[in-house]
């Protein structure tokens, strides 16, 4: 390995790959081409990242029908993980509270360059290699952002976390009024209710977005899977255990935690390469 030039490949084609592929532009992409982001619904940036075609719009963040506060946020939270919530969740509120803005994200990211589009096969911590089909591919660093319990298998690495999580069913609605909206993005999160989260974006006289919910959805509705994923001690220690062998998860399905956020994978990131370069 050369310390100013060491091979680092990125495996997955996600949000994730984006965000990691602008930081280390000289990576290797490799992976199965993920379907455009716009399938699952409207997601907003909290700032801009390079790694997105996006547009800046008011935010409104509503629990339960009042607008988000730090009380409605903590009860809100504790609905959904019980009483030890903060052991399942990034401490830092996802939450906006008061008026803000957000980067709405359009259409799709912008396009990866992928050397190898594929599925890995097999990975080989001690060799620092791995395959897609017949082919192998070395590396000095490994940023991983598939989902972590595939990646441990594709290490033959048996654990007794049981990968808690449940898929997200997306449903999406259109409509039409006769009054004018001032363009905005609305997002009601729910914690007695059949659809937990409903975002909408305001666009003049019309209104689309998505509505969703835990669990399986019938044919032609989008079903985003991992989904919902929890957080635990022994997933941290995979995470640790691979680190230490130059095998770096980044984002929310990499590192199984779903208070992960985009521009936390950018922060992460920018981190990393510090380490890297030894910056």
């Not at 395959?131 to 490994?142: A, H, Q, R, T, V």
């Not at 007794?160 to 009601?188: G, M, W």
């Amino acid at each position: 390995m050369s310390a100013n030039n060491p091979k680092i490949i990125i495996l997955g084609c996600g949000a994730s790959a984006s965000i990691v592929s602008h930081v280390f532009p000289n990576a290797i992409i490799v992976g199965k081409v993920a379907p455009p982001l716009y399938n699952f619904g409207l997601h907003y940036l909290h700032r801009p990242l390079d790694a997105f075609n996006y547009v800046k719009v008011k935010i409104d963040t509503v629990i339960d029908y009042m607008k988000a506060n730090e009380e409605n946020i903590k009860a809100y939270k504790k609905s959904i993980y019980g009483d030890n919530w903060e052991a399942h969740v990034n401490k830092k509120s996802q939450f906006p509270v008061g008026e803000h803005y957000g980067w709405l994200i359009k259409g799709n990211r912008k396009p990866l360059e992928v050397a190898r589009n594929g599925l890995v096969t097999k990975v080989n911590l001690k060799e620092k290699l791995f395959m897609i089909g017949e082919d192998k591919f070395y590396y000095d660093f490994l940023i991983n952002t598939i989902p972590l319990n595939t990646f441990l298998k594709l290490c033959d690495i048996e654990t007794k976390e049981d990968f808690k999580c449940a898929p997200i069913c997306i449903h999406q609605r259109t409509s039409i009024s006769n009054y004018t909206e001032e363009t905005h993005l609305r997002v009601d999160y729910f914690s007695n209710y059949e659809f937990y989260r409903s975002t909408i974006l305001y666009e003049g006289n019309k209104s689309y977005g998505t509505m969703e919910h835990i669990g399986d959805c019938l044919d032609g509705v989008a079903t985003l899977r991992p989904g919902k994923t929890i957080n635990s001690g022994a997933i941290q220690y995979e995470l640790s255990s691979l680190y230490i062998k130059n095998v770096i998860c980044i984002g929310r399905y990499a590192q199984w935690d779903s208070s992960i956020l985009l521009h936390d994978v950018y922060d992460r990131t920018k981190i990393l390469k510090d380490i890297i370069y030894g910056l």
